[in-house]
């Protein structure tokens, strides 16, 4: 299957407007076509709907996925592992220390009042300090919690830093953040609320922080991409043959995997991701620029 | 002309800032359509009319300083509903979420929408190559975000 055929069957059926009908739509073009001129005015207008027979009762778990945040502290541990921060009636929750003890975060929670059970489980350097999933165990109704967002670029993942609980909530919250890897870990979260699945949170190799921040891929000869790679010790785990030109209306990656051997130094770096092992990345490559 | 594609309209708008704000997307969208008209595409003017209502729906986002993530469509519960399918759109929803928004919106362009690649380049505004580029990170990316998420039995074996 190509990628666009694999996104449909992921989620095709998931389509919230797929019962939408929209009756009385003539009105609203001829109203919308005679006036020739309008002075614009936004003005507010309801059709009337069928109601989808679909949506949403409420999850009580939902996963975001992770994000990036300056690499471990050196030096000192912060005196605080947790930043909890009191604004109107709420607090704000992001990680100071993402390698502290466990234990520490629960005492801080618990002084704080809050029912919040933290796992900080290994993530890419990008993505390190940030929240990879919360859940509320035990309900349908969706926690009143809100996701604080990224406060600054991670690449092609959305970061964000935190979560703002309201104060005196007393419902149970599952939060998943980030941590440093350890020597030898693999950059892989189980599952949230014990799926039993496995998913490996790794940020976009050119993000900030990450193994090949800064580095340009694109449009670069291989021959001068391995050897940037060389001198970051980050070995390419596979070459993928971009697309031919025209580009085909269907292109599967995974179905044209180069032999390294088979590229030449001369051919072009089209695109780059991080690779399914650690420390490795993938590179599209073409014999000509693209 | 506008008549047969209002209803497609009305659903890209419905899937992208929800049922309340959805019409006035629409409106807004075909009023400046009609402005524009002889922009567009007589023969195949759906691709065009979306990307007119991104431009609509992006500027309500920055009007109202909204993030671009996807409505849960609350607004809509139903009592029909299985639970289990619920779950189901609320973990894709939410994995459809940890994308880029500029990523995002080319999985539905041609997923929700049904638009075939060149088309969704055309709307986004990028070259089919990158399109397909973008397309390639995103179902993996989609991939990890969707085995990440509990199997609906197990979460009503746990929950309910």
Known sequence: MNDIEQIRAMIGEHDPARDVRATGAQGILDEVTRAAAPPARRRRRRLAFALPATAALAASLVAVSAIGWPSTPMGPRPAQALSLHRTGGSIEVRIIDPDADPARYRREFAAAGLDVDLRMLPASPGLVGRMASYSAPGTRVPPPIKVLDADRACGDTWCPSGVSLPKGLRQRIELTFGRPARPGEGYVLTGSAGSGKGYSITGDPKAPHEPLAGLTLRDRTVADVRRDLAARRFPVGRYLAAPPEPRPAQWSYDEHVLKPADVSGTWYVTDAWLGRTKGTVELAVAPTKR | ?160
């Open chain 2, 1 to 160: 002309m506008f008549e047969e594609h209002y209803e497609a309209v009305l659903r890209y708008a419905w899937r992208r800032v929800g049922a309340t704000d959805a019409s006035d997307v629409a409106a807004e969208t075909f009023r400046i359509a009609w402005e524009k008209r002889s922009r567009c595409p007589v023969d195949k003017p759906l691709p065009w009319l979306y990307a007119t209502a991104r431009n609509v729906t992006q500027n309500l986002r920055r009007r109202e300083r909204r993030r671009e993530a996807l409505p849960l469509h609350e607004d809509a519960a139903s009592e029909t509903d299985h639970a289990g399918a619920v779950v189901n759109r609320e973990a894709a929803i939410a994995a459809l979420n940890t994308l880029k928004p500029a990523d995002r919106e080319l999985v539905l362009l041609v997923s929700w929408e049904g638009l075939d690649l060149r088309q969704a380049a055309a709307v986004v505004g990028i070259t089919r190559a990158a399109a397909g580029m973008r397309l390639h990170r995103a179902r993996d990316h989609l991939r990890r975000a969707l085995a990440g998420t509990p199997e609906p039995a197990a979460y009503e074996e746990r929950f309910s």
